[in-house]
């Protein structure tokens, strides 16, 4: 079964600023979607028509979905967010039903985005041979309606995808993704404006980024955002401790003090 969830447009809580590094990408962005939807008159056609279909692959945790989400927010664009979670469905026409539902429902809350994440497991190769046949139909609905949004150009719908297995994916799919793009593990420069970026709004002194940056080689932009995440634990139970030993110290000279007290009336 296909499950949706749609956040308006201007709901959506993640922009381009939230996002350390990843400016090539955020710059080809600009252009590919922001610009046909701000200079329509710049793509009327020929080599230049609006962008349909971008798809950003690359390891587990390197900002593909927020950046996504990001996209729609400076878009100005509704998100609709697709999972594919099963292909098990007893009612094979209920699949088709759910795509077609999908891009009317776009259509009718244009501009928007189709973020499919996990594109591999929905549209996968169709070369395997234990290929469920309800995922067959719903690639080809699938196909048919994203290309019916190629010859509508005042259509204002973009599918996005994101994947860690783009090897996966079928070709006739990745072929209608006219822009693909990497989202590779951050350098060394990259984490340290990741990690600024992590926490920036955070109240932290002397931190040494450049260190830090140097210490984190291999990790993602969301294990990066788990090692703040755990580092901020720290402070926070200093302060747990701190109250329960002030608590202690509290109780113990009350009893103290009643210690006192009984002994006084008994003299
Ligand atoms: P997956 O392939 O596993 O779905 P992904 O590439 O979609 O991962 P995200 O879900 O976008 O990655 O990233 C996970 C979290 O990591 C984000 O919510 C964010 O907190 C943090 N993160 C990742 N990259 C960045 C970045 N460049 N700047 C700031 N935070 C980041």
Same mark, same amino acid.
């Given at each position: 079964r296909i499950?949706?969830?749609v956040?308006?447009?201007g ?6 600023d939230d996002i350390?590094?990843l400016d090539?990408?955020?710059e080809s ?10 200079r329509?008159?710049?793509f009327t056609?020929g080599l230049l ?6 798809l950003?692959?690359?390891p587990?945790?390197?900002g593909?979905t927020?950046?996504a989400?990001a996209i729609?927010d400076e878009a100005g664009a509704?998100?609709?967010?697709i999972?594919f ?8 026409g209920?699949?088709?039903?759910s ?7 776009a259509a009718?809350?244009a501009?928007a985005? /189709? ?8 549209l996968?190769?169709r *070369? =395997? @041979? ?7 139909r719903?690639?080809?609905?699938f196909?048919?309606?994203?290309d019916?949004?190629?010859?509508k150009?005042s259509v ?6 994101a994947t860690n297995?783009?090897f996966?994916?079928?070709?006739a799919?990745i072929r ?6 990497m ?6 420069e990259?984490?340290?404006l990741?990690l600024n ?5 955070e109240k ?5 980024f450049?260190?830090l940056?140097r210490?984190t080689?291999?990790?993602s932009?969301?294990d990066?955002?788990n090692?703040?995440v755990t580092?901020?634990?720290r402070?926070?139970?200093? /302060?747990?401790q701190k109250e ?7 109780? *113990? =000279? @009350?009893?103290d003090?009643?210690e006192k007290?009984t002994?006084?009336k008994?003299?």
């Open positions: 499950r949706e969830t956040i308006p447009a709901e959506i809580g993640v922009t381009f350390g590094a090539d990408i955020k962005i600009q252009e590919l979607v922001m610009l046909p939807l701000q329509p008159d710049l056609g028509k609006p962008c349909r279909g971008i950003l692959f690359g587990p945790g390197t593909k927020m950046l989400k729609a509704s998100f609709i967010n999972s979670s099963s292909f098990a469905s007893k009612w094979y209920d699949a088709e039903k795509i077609r539902a999908l891009f009317s429902l009718k809350i501009p985005i /189709i973020f499919l994440d996990e594109v591999d497991s929905m996968g190769t *070369k =395997q @041979s234990n290929e469920h046949e309800v995922s067959r719903i690639k080809t609905e196909m048919t309606h994203w019916g949004l190629l010859s150009s204002k719908i973009l599918v996005l995808a297995r783009p996966d994916l079928d070709e799919i209608r993704f006219e822009h693909r793009i989202v590779g593990l951050p350098t060394l990259s984490r340290e990741i970026k992590l926490l920036s709004k932290v002194e002397n931190i040494d450049k260190e940056a210490l080689e291999g990790y932009g969301s990066l955002k090692l703040c580092a901020a634990y402070p926070m139970r200093e /302060i747990l329960i030993e002030t608590k202690k110290d509290k109780d *113990k =000279q @009350s009893q003090k009643k007290q002994q006084d008994k003299e």
